[in-house]
């Protein structure tokens, strides 16, 4: 493990399983992290910002060894709004559609949008890596191709000052081995939220909700 700034690691954070796990992951692997959360208009908005606090405080309990580590967090959370999508999905609110097919549930060019943003705060920090919870999926922004050129054109845009790679340790893996691999690195499963519907419990209807049946 370097150390320094350029072994911190950027790690987009949803508060959902997979990037929890990614989360974890990163937390494992760097001296420090830094969790990236965008508030879009999602209708899960409330549920998602509760699981996200929740859980890096989970998480920054586990590395707490002694009072001189009070003020050194492991992950350090950062929260933006990114109101740029509109309604053009039904899992954001004014969205048409039900919650049931991919179509529905894509938000056009939302990890296009997260990945550059991310980029660019790793440069501003001087951290190398950031990390995104990708796994197997029909979203078209989730394709390895597309996350592989993304990574390139991103890089080639920060040039030689500022090296970032794209870290993606859950890509190709299904829902099942995410969930195996989350409850090896002791995630706080039940925290997460992935639920599309911002109600007081997972709706059990969405597509997130059935994937996520599908496993636990
Ligand atoms: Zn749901």
């Known amino acids: 493990m370097a150390s320094g700034a350029a072994d911190d690691a950027v ?79 039904a899992i954001l609110s004014g969205g048409k559609g039900k919650m049931d097919k991919v179509q529905d549930l894509i938000v056009p060019g939302r990890n296009a949008v997260f990945l550059s943003i991310a980029y660019a705060f790793a440069a501003q920090r001087g951290a190398r890596h950031v990390y995104l919870g990708a796994k197997r999926s029909q979203f078209p922004d989730c394709q390895p191709k597309f996350l592989a050129l993304m990574a390139e054109a991103l890089g080639l845009g920060l040039g030689a000052w500022s090296p970032v790679d794209l870290k993606l340790p859950l890509l190709g893996w299904s829902r099942q081995q995410t969930l195996d691999y989350a409850r090896t690195l002791g995630v706080p499963v039940a925290t997460t939220w992935s639920c599309y519907e911002g109600g007081t419990v997972p709706c059990g209807e969405c597509g997130a909700c059935l994937d996520r049946a599908s496993a636990i």
Not at 24 to 39: E, I, K, R, S
Not at 57 to 82: I, T, W
């Open 11 to 89: 790690v987009l954070f949803s508060g959902g399983l997979d990037s929890a796990t990614c989360l974890w992951h990163a937390a494992q692997n760097h001296l420090h992290v830094y969790a990236l959360h965008f508030t879009y208009g999602q209708k899960n908005m409330n549920k998602e910002g509760m699981a996200v606090r929740l859980l890096q405080r989970d998480l920054n309990g586990r590395y707490l060894v002694g009072p001189d580590d009070r003020f050194q967090e492991k992950a350090s959370m950062h929260v933006y709004a990114m109101p740029i999508f509109g309604a053009t999905s």
